[in-house]
């Protein structure tokens, strides 16, 4: 069966940089698209990047110019590279796996995504 696993989360100061991995396994990574998402405490888990099997990225505007999606495809890996991090970014970090042929525009939708890691945690202090 699919599976996610994600690490690196932690805490850091604002300002500071942490780089999150998720590997995958059970299923042919090179032909799905990724995504990143995260859920601060009461609040809904929100979309924050996705990378295409073409590499194509996207981020959702609070996270542009400090946010960086790559992957691996022979380590079966998508990374998320935080960095000038905020208290605000403070959640846990889900990755998940885009269902294939989704359209770019449906592309930052949790219902689009069908296999989700247990999350890490970032807290980022003020």
């Known amino acids: 069966q699919v599976q996610l696993v994600e690490s690196g989360g932690g805490l850091v100061q604002a300002g500071g940089s942490l780089r999150l991995s998720c590997q995958a396994s059970?299923?042919?990574?090179?032909?799905?698209?990724m995504g990143w998402f995260r859920q601060a405490p009461g609040k809904e888990r929100e979309f924050v990047a996705r990378?295409?099997?073409?590499?194509?990225?996207y981020y959702r505007d609070s996270v542009k110019g400090r946010f960086t999606i790559t992957r691996e495809n022979s380590k079966n890996t998508v990374y998320l590279e935080m960095n000038s991090l905020k208290p605000e970014d403070t959640a846990v970090y889900y990755c998940?796996?885009?269902?294939?042929?989704?359209?770019?525009?449906?592309?930052?939708?949790?219902?689009?995504?069908?296999?989700w890691g247990h999350g890490t945690q970032v807290t980022v202090s003020s």
């Open positions: 998940a796996v885009l269902r294939p042929s989704t359209i770019l525009s449906q592309s930052t939708e949790e219902s689009r995504y069908d296999y």
């Open positions: 059970g299923l042919t990574f090179r032909n799905y698209g």
């Open positions: 990378i295409m099997t073409t590499y194509r990225t």
